[in-house]
């Protein structure tokens, strides 16, 4: 049996924060707002994995009321999406990106993002696309204001 998931995320850009897409720090100006480390990517895969095993949203699990996991790395989110996907007997085959933002230009970090999802997935890099796009200058994202994300992901029950 094969399924798939989406999820989204977008997070205000502000000065004094670390920028982090993908698992990997991008100097920038600003970062992203956030309870977490706001690693709107990784949050937007991560909701793809709960979705497609119908396992609601990381908000249930890491919900941002939740002092104790103020500042938690989105690797360890991430990472306890895809246990949940293997406890269900799946494996995660692919995944589709894309990060919408009109700056920083991410051409430069795509590959090392997509090496760091592929990683943390166990997977080949050449199962796992990321893509940048602009906003063409509209809402907050095409102001600089925010970063937008969202992601797709196919699984597959066992070693079909």
């Known amino acids: ?30 970062g992203l707002l956030g309870h977490s480390d706001a690693d709107a990517l990784l949050h937007a895969l991560s909701d793809a994995l709960l979705g497609a095993i119908a396992a609601g949203d990381i908000g249930h ?22 246990r949940l996907v293997k406890e269900k007997g799946y494996r995660v085959i692919n995944v589709d990106a894309n990060v919408v933002t009109e700056a920083p230009k991410l051409k430069p970090y795509i590959l090392p993002i997509r090496e760091s999802i592929a990683s943390l997935l166990g997977l080949d890099a050449d199962c796992v696309s990321v893509k940048a796009k602009t906003n063409e200058g509209c809402d907050a994202v095409g102001e600089k204001k925010a970063i937008r994300t969202n992601a797709v992901v196919l699984i597959q029950k066992g070693d079909e």
């Open 61 to 82: 699990l890491f919900p941002p009321s939740d002092p104790s996991i103020k500042g938690i790395d989105s690797k360890i989110i991430l990472k306890e999406c895809l």
């Open 1 to 30: 049996m094969i399924r798939i998931g989406s999820g989204e995320d977008i997070h205000l850009l502000v000065p004094g924060r670390k920028l982090i897409l993908g698992g990997v720090e991008i100097p920038y100006e600003c």
